[in-house]
């Protein structure tokens, strides 16, 4: 129901103030809801004083001048209108440091409900910038485009000064036009999917649009469409003598891509006509249409690389059934070659050319691999195993003496009596370390570190650094995992902003500058080959892997000067940057597709996020950076949103494939960038997480080898384990640590390369110290004490764990060609497809949990009979930032800005061009992020389009 003056705020406020509209931006929006409301809402509530005001202002405003530009911006409902305008806003604040933009956008009112969305505020990233005003209507009618109060409204802005303005109509029908006589320049948005080129006759827009969009020109058919549409437009405006059709004004655009060359038109072309009376100029005479396969992530080509895959495991899998049988068919013919004294001398010619024929048969790489086995199943039994890592000789004792006085085997050999038998287990699962790599990357585990990688971060840099202290205390190996808060991951600076400031050091460490990157990780040589440092950050990745490597750089910097007395000369401070970027271990998660089907912190656009993605990788390659992860391929954070373990492993599969066809597609060889991917899983107690990893490597190993043709270390899929947060309960917290060990023990036993156990107290708390401690414990003693895990390969031979995998996995493969068929990864994302299936499946749980269905002790079932209260639960200890360290970062980031302050500006300048015109962005970060917060980086990134823009 429409809204009256007596139920609006407007009734309290000084109605004198109204004609402030131009300077106050509350006096505006005032001024234009009264438009809104209409004349006869003041006369039904008798406020004929109020009515006056307001009508003395709008006579002024008519008799006003203005240079205004209004743009009209129509089209069907999922266009991309809202995406278009804002796009174009953010090209006109940046063309134009005094232009101010304002945006009208109307929504239809539903004939049934009366209710209008309003929703396009939420998507506008321009509305970042103080020269960009919105405001949004409902048509308040059904079956129109725009509101009643649009003439006015229009007005209004005008008269408030603004350069520009945007009118976006609600979704229209083929017929409807209203919007062209109150705008100087018409813009109709549409896509290629009109249907047949007679429809168009029917689009009455055509007849009066000064530019037609075809937006989403990434879709099939762009380039056909697009010469229907001019064909139309021509017949629109009655032009046959020109047959040149490029000549109209007719453009191919995806906003929804960074610095889209088709919006470039577009803007470029607007500003041409801008104060033009005929708004029919032909297009610049360099005006070029990209094909549309130039703007595909994933080129259109590849698009069914996940069907791919798929059928790549199953004919390797057939294959193998092939190869088993064939080698039965060759062990019976020799046996009754060797068995049979009978036989006539013809028959055993026979049978010796058919054993002959089945010996062909059978793969070289098969009776290798056979022949291989036998070398090495005598080295098994020794005491000890040599074998190389990196030009390196590892020697490995194979027995482990118990308190009983026996030799426990580190490796247990299988005893098939059956080369058929055998030939299957090493073709589906091997030994640790050989292809497929089933049960492990590796021969062994390494002995002189365990896999544990402890998350912590909290408060300031230097109070975290003392938790990665006492995590390192004692261990010859640092293996650090940092997490950050949330105002660092979302790429802010610390500001007494009420909706930063309380969140600043909050569930992580706050670091928004080189300083504080130092400092975080002070006291730990970040060159040493035992030093391996985790960074838990996605959207701003970038940025905070530039303060990393600058850290490093620096403390070897200062190390040269401290040994040799002096400044390291220009050539010197090369060499000492060249090493150390081929030293650094460690990882960055980065992983942003996971961010936008499951975590939601991201800050920058899919594509945009992408792309500097594939510039760390470019620059990974071209400084050699080998010992550096620079993806982890994140299906944690999908199980956390609720994922099952099955789906879990076939997004973070099919995403890690989906880079690997990204970075393909930008020349990248698949040997140079396929040995810096790790993962990242959740481990939980449904029986699937038991074979989460056998799965994992096997299918990428055989995806690699025979797809992708991929090398040996290329094969090898590595991943950290965490075990699950969302079994994390705030009833009964000390049960926590019983399902923790549990799925340590899984990860353990499933040969994980590292592995991070949660404290008990993190449902409610960042983990105190001690709740810490025992976390530790859990691996320890695991790794220690457990009789068990003395034996690296403990799943292998079960009947159970074998099946499980093979079900698993044709499991992930019927998920890969679900993807598939929806476009592939980044299709399916734009219909929701992962972001549905996982809510879908979150809801499972939680209905199964709260009914009772699934058995939670302690939560739903095994229940306390003395009634333990939630308060009675609490740890003993919150940990939480104090406010005095909330107010020193915010001095620090204030301190190191001004400190910096003439040359950030252009550092940030160099940063914005190297995006916009396509160079390397992490090379320019590795320079801005040495004087340049956080904050600024990516406000400058924002600035040229990169922000994420958000779904309704």
Same mark, same amino acid.
């Given at each position: 129901m429409l809204a009256q003056v007596k139920d609006h705020p407007l009734k309290n406020k000084h109605w004198s103030r109204l004609s402030h509209f131009a300077?106050?931006?509350? =006096? %505006?929006?005032?001024? %234009?809801?009264?438009?809104?409301?209409?004349?006869?809402?003041?006369?039904?509530?008798?406020?004929e004083k109020e009515k006056k005001i307001y009508l003395d202002i709008l006579s002024a405003i008519e008799?006003? $001048?203005?240079? @205004?530009?209004?743009?009209? *911006?129509?089209?069907?409902?999922?266009?991309?209108?809202?995406?278009? @305008?804002?796009?174009?806003?953010? #090209?006109?604040?940046?063309d134009d440091a005094k232009a101010r933009v304002a945006i009208l956008a109307i929504d239809p009112t539903r004939r049934k409900t009366g209710g209008a969305l309003l929703g396009d505020r939420l998507r506008m990233n321009s509305l970042q910038? $103080?020269?960009?005003? *919105?405001?949004?209507?409902?048509?308040?009618?059904?079956?129109?485009?725009?509101?009643?109060?649009? #003439?006015?409204?229009?007005q209004i802005l005008k008269a408030a000064g603004f350069d520009w303005i945007f009118v976006e109509t609600g979704g229209i029908g083929q017929a409807d036009t209203s919007i062209s006589d109150?705008?100087?320049?018409?813009?109709?948005?549409?896509?290629? /999917?009109?249907?047949?080129? @007679?429809?168009?006759? !029917?689009?009455? *827009?055509?007849?009066?649009?000064d530019l037609v969009v075809l937006n989403k020109f990434e879709k099939g058919g762009a380039l056909d469409g697009l010469t229907e549409v001019r064909k139309q437009f021509r017949r629109n405006h009655r032009e046959f003598e020109n047959i040149t059709l490029p000549r109209y004004p007719v453009f191919g655009t995806i906003a929804s891509r960074f610095n889209d060359s088709g919006v470039n038109q577009v803007f470029n072309h607007l500003k041409?006509? #801008?104060?033009?009376? =005929?708004?029919?100029?032909?297009?610049?005479?360099?005006?070029?249409? $990209?094909?549309?396969?130039?703007?595909?992530?994933? $080129? !259109?080509?590849?698009?069914?690389? %996940?069907? /791919?895959i798929s059928q790549t495991v199953r004919n390797y899998k057939n294959q193998v059934k092939a190869t088993v049988q064939k080698v039965k068919q060759l062990e019976s013919a020799k046996e009754l070659l060797s068995s049979e004294n009978s036989l006539s001398s013809q028959t055993r010619k026979e049978l010796e050319v058919t054993l002959d024929g089945i010996q062909k048969e059978i793969s070289q790489e098969t009776l290798q691999a056979l022949k291989t086995y036998k070398s090495l199943e005598e080295q098994y039994r020794t005491d000890s195993f040599k074998y190389q890592v990196r030009q390196r000789t590892v020697s490995v004792p194979l027995t482990h003496t118990s308190l009983s006085q026996q030799a426990i085997r580190k490796l247990a050999l299988p005893t098939f009596s059956s080369e058929a038998d055998l030939t299957r287990f090493l073709l589906m699962e091997n030994l640790p370390g050989y292809f497929p790599f089933t049960a492990g990357v590796f021969p062994f585990k390494r002995s002189e570190e365990d896999p544990k990688r402890q998350f912590a971060g909290e408060g300031t840099p230097s109070r975290t650094n003392k938790r990665f202290h006492l995590l390192c205390d004692g261990e010859k190996a640092k293996r650090l995992s940092t997490a950050f808060d949330s105002v660092t991951l979302y790429g802010e600076d610390p500001n007494e902003r009420p909706d930063i400031f309380g969140k600043i050091g909050e569930s992580g460490v706050s670091v928004c500058t080189l300083n504080d990157a130092k400092q975080l990780y002070a006291g730990f040589d970040l060159c040493d080959p035992s030093t391996s440092v985790s960074m838990t950050i996605n959207g701003p990745a970038p940025m905070l892997l530039a303060f990393y490597f600058n850290t490093a750089i620096d403390q070897q910097i200062e190390r040269y000067k401290s040994e040799m007395g002096r400044t390291p000369n220009a050539e010197e401070l090369n060499q000492i940057r060249s090493n150390t970027l081929k030293q650094v271990r460690g990882t960055v998660q980065a992983d942003i597709l996971k961010e936008d089907q499951a975590q939601n912190t991201c800050i920058f656009s899919t594509e945009f996020a992408l792309r500097m993605m594939g510039d760390i990788q470019s620059y990974f390659i071209q400084n050699e950076i080998k010992n550096y992860y620079s993806v982890s391929i994140s299906g944690y954070h999908i199980a956390e949103a609720g994922a099952n373990p099955i789906t879990q492993l076939a997004?973070?599969?099919?995403?890690?494939?989906? +880079?690997?066809?990204? +970075?393909?597609?930008?020349?990248? !060889?698949?040997?140079?960038?396929?040995?810096n991917f790790s993962f990242f899983f959740s481990n939980g107690l449904d029986p699937e997480y038991t074979v989460i990893g056998r799965v994992a490597r096997r299918i990428w190993a055989i995806a690699m080898r025979d797809r992708y043709g991929a090398n040996e270390r290329s094969q090898k899929l590595k991943y950290h384990i965490q075990t699950s947060g969302r079994s994390l309960h705030a009833q009964e917290i000390s049960f926590n640590d019983i399902r923790t060990t549990l799925q340590a023990l899984i990860a353990f036993f499933d040969n994980c390369n590292s592995l991070h156990t949660n404290a008990y107290d993190e449902a409610l708390t960042t983990p105190t110290a001690e709740s810490v401690r025992r976390a530790m414990a859990i691996q320890l003693i695991i790794s220690k004490e457990f009789g068990?895990?003395?034996? /690296?390969?403990?799943?292998q031979g079960s009947f159970f764990i074998e099946e499980l995998t093979d079900l698993v996995e044709e499991a992930v493969l019927a998920e890969f060609e679900r993807i598939s068929a929806r476009g592939g990864v980044l299709?399916? *994302?734009?219909?929701? +497809?992962?972001? =549905? !299936?996982?809510?879908?499946?979150?809801? +499972?749980? /939680?209905?199964?949990?709260?009914?009772?269905t699934l058995p939670i002790v302690g939560v739903n079932t095994f229940l306390s009979s003395s009634g333990t209260s939630f308060e009675e639960s609490l740890p003993s200890e919150l940990t939480r930032a104090s406010y005095e360290e909330k107010q020193e970062q915010i001095h620090r980031v204030k301190a190191f800005q001004a400190e910096n302050k003439e040359k950030a500006a252009h550092a940030l300048k160099q940063v914005k061009l190297a995006a916009s015109e396509g160079r390397n962005i992490f090379e320019a970060l590795m320079e801005a992020s040495r004087i340049c917060s956080l904050g600024q980086i990516s406000q400058a990134l924002y600035e040229i389009g990169g922000r994420y823009r958000r779904n309704m």
């Open positions: 300077s106050e931006t509350q =006096s %505006l929006a005032e001024l %234009l809801t009264c438009a809104e409301l209409g004349d006869e809402s003041f006369q039904q509530q008798g406020l008799r006003s $001048p203005s240079s @205004t530009q209004i743009i009209g *911006m129509t089209g069907t409902g999922g266009a991309g209108k809202s995406s278009l @305008t804002d796009e174009l806003v953010l #090209r006109i604040l940046e910038n $103080p020269r960009c005003y *919105m405001r949004s209507l409902a048509t308040r009618e059904a079956h129109v485009s725009i509101s009643r109060a649009t #003439r006015q409204s229009i109150l705008v100087d320049i018409n813009i109709y948005v549409m896509t290629s /999917e009109f249907g047949a080129p @007679t429809q168009l006759e !029917k689009i009455g *827009m055509l007849d009066f649009a041409r006509i #801008r104060s033009l009376d =005929s708004k029919r100029l032909p297009l610049d005479s360099d005006f070029i249409v $990209p094909p549309p396969h130039q703007f595909s992530i994933v $080129p !259109k080509e590849r698009s069914n690389y %996940l069907a /791919e997004f973070t599969l099919a995403n890690g494939f989906t +880079y690997v066809e990204y +970075y393909l597609a930008r020349g990248m !060889k698949i040997d140079d960038f396929a040995p068990w895990a003395k034996n /690296e390969n403990p799943l299709g399916a *994302m734009e219909s929701h +497809y992962q972001r =549905s !299936k996982i809510q879908e499946e979150s809801l +499972y749980y /939680e209905t199964q949990k709260h009914d009772g």
